[in-house]
Structure formats: structure tokens, C-alpha cells
């Protein structure tokens, strides 16, 4: 299993910026790829970025040139920047982390949601 620790969310104004924090422990034997997606009262879960490695990255249209995401393998810790926040940023974040199980099996573990709230 994976366990996710989040961390790095809280109030914003308009323009301002943020950083999450995400460290996976748990006994896996790789980590395949982690990321975050975002849920916004009354609407669906988007994927807002994911990394796999330092050159395959992917973001959401909504957050590119915006929101960085990185990596830190020896510590197994993804990290979102998130400048020039603006109200539809708004949201609760929630980690992900796909690993590879001592068995060779995948297996994706969530973390517990930091809510971003941008506002003046």
C-alpha cells in the first residue's frame, strides 16, 4: 500500500501563490507517476497535473504556464507551485501516487484533500 501526506494548502488572495507538498511511504517498490487532481463544490474531480518524470509532465488547460509540478524520487515527494492563483482555483486538492507493489502488481493511493481557497 501507499500512504500520502499532504501538505501546503490554505487561504490565498486573488494573484497570489501556493505550494503542495505530497510524500508517499508505504511498502511499494516504485512509484510510477503522482499528480493531483482538484473537486470544486458541485462539480466533477479534474486532473490538474501529474509527473512522471522531470520530462514527462501533463497539465490541465486551465493551470498551464501557471502550475508547476516536480519531483523529488530520493524522497519520494511531488511538489504543485501555484502562482497567479485566481477564484476558480478554488478547490479541495487531493494527491495521487500510482505504485509498483512488491508483488509487481499497481496499485494507486489518495491523499486525505488540502482545500485552496483563493480569495480577497
Known amino acids: 500500500q501507499v500512504y500520502l501526506a499532504e501538505s501546503g494548502g490554505g487561504l490565498v488572495q486573488p494573484g497570489g501563490s501556493l505550494r503542495l507538498s505530497c510524500a508517499a511511504t508505504?511498502?511499494?517498490?516504485?512509484?510510477?507517476?503522482m499528480g493531483w487532481y482538484r473537486q470544486a463544490p458541485e462539480k466533477q474531480r479534474e486532473l490538474v497535473a501529474s509527473i512522471i518524470s522531470d520530462d514527462d509532465t501533463n497539465y490541465a488547460n486551465s493551470v498551464k504556464g501557471r502550475f508547476t509540478i516536480s519531483r523529488d524520487s530520493a524522497k519520494n515527494t511531488a511538489y504543485l507551485q501555484m502562482n497567479s492563483l485566481g477564484p476558480e482555483d478554488t478547490a479541495v486538492y487531493y494527491c495521487y501516487a500510482g505504485v509498483r507493489l512488491p508483488g509487481g502488481y499497481n496499485y494507486s493511493g489518495w491523499g486525505q484533500g488540502t482545500q485552496v481557497t483563493v480569495s480577497s
Open positions: 508505504g511498502d511499494f517498490s516504485a512509484i510510477n507517476s
